[in-house]
């Protein structure tokens, strides 16, 4: 990656001149006052990588004469955008389309789109499903948005789900979206070829593909120099981004190894926005543990910036179900993946899963493996969730959805009651530590604490005194909830 790091580089030293979980929808929104006259209200649903591109979708609709509000009832279009990855995330969405109903009798101009991972399975059949809506627009087609909605003002319904090998937004300067002005987002590939058997996914986000490492680094750098003090990089499985510079596709099929020299892989893309500067916190997420390399952890290891923290989902601590979710790894492996965590980070390292009660076929003893695999690795934290089956993925095809709702429910509930005790022993064992903590925001409880985050990823509130968002402080713990760790600010 020699002469990849060299540009990167020079590409620095110019920026430098010129210095100065769950399922549940969040309204995103930034107003500014630019004096244009249509606006645009958009809400986020799901993963990280969806409120990553809402903040691509506005840069795209701000750079042809859109603003921004808050105030969907102010907006000229509304924009959702949305999950599939559960049954229950599409239900919330044709809820909230209910409530635009009232809107569109009043205003009928009014555009209603949906965006995302809903709009790219459900394609043309939702605008028959949700008569309200306008415009239905995959993930890959957020540059066609001014013109589809040319579309609708014409008078006409729009749609465009067409996937892309290719696209990446990597020229797009993503518009930060209900930002505290200290942590973004930065997504380093789309898609996901893993084709886990019980995941919508890779039918809604298309195939793999990982973005320039070069306008990653710029990304970050810029972010820095507005002020920013941490990145997460995002990706469905970072572990497997790959550049590869000297071909015309990054593709992973057409890199052979007598290529290595010209590759970036994910530990090698960590150390170039680590070395952005020692002041920026680098976070990633996902981690996939069948890709997971001890150079990844090594990396994280040398430079004190990259956060020491790993969400590591599991899903099954069973082998045979771990095969028929076709995660291609079995417990062993997985095991093997948190001792080298362990050995090469350490205990301080911030592990986090998650996890699917009542798969296809999972008995009783299987899912027992699941809770003494939580009782071995003694998760930090864990998002959790029962089998929700989706038409169209592999699952659906091949397998009976056969574990009754009320015990996959129960399962989950063991889950979850596992997963508290071990995030309150976790949090004890912090108590009379000392951390390095980024300060993020006020406390929600006390206007008079504040809160941040140590490179565990661990929340913790403090007296403000005279600290400040946006500043590093150290911080010893004294007591804890489940949840979060509290302490008071000393000296470094
Ligand atoms: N790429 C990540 C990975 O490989 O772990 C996960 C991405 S997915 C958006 C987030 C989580 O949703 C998954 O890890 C899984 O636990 C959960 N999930 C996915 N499909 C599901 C389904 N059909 N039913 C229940 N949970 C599901
Ligand atoms: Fe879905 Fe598996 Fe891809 Fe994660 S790695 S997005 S669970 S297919």
Redesign the pocket.
Known sequence: MSEIIKELNILDQEETVSQKDATCGVKISENSQTGKTKKMYIESY??Q?NFSDSEIVTSIMTENGYDTTDDYKAADVIFLNTCS??EKAEDTVRKRLANFNALKKKRPDTMVGVLGCMAERLKSKLLEEEKIVDLVVGPDAYRDLPGLVGKVEDGQKAVNTILSKEETYADVTPVRLNSNGISAFISIMRG?D?M?S????PFTRGRERSRDPKSIVAEAQDLFNKGYREVTLLG??VDSYKWAEDFESNTKKEINKSDAENIVNFANLLELVAKVSPELRVRFS?S?PKDITDEVLHTMAKHENICNYIHL?A?SGNSRVLEMMNRTYDREWYINRVDAIRRIIGDECGISS???TGFCTETEEEHQDTLSLMEYVQYDYS?M??????PG?L?HKKYEDDIPLEVKKRRLEEVIAIQNRSSLERNKKSIGKTYKVLIDKVSKRDENQLSGRNSANKVIVFDKKDLKIGQYAYIKVTDCTQGTLIGEAVDA
Not at 198 to 201: A, E, K, L, N, Q
Not at 385 to 390: D, L, T, V
């Open positions: 799901g993963c990588m990855i559960r996901c893993n886990c019980f995941c919508i996914v469905q499985n996902t996939h989902p899903q998650d996890f699917i998002y969730f029962f089998y929700s089956e989706r993925t699952a």
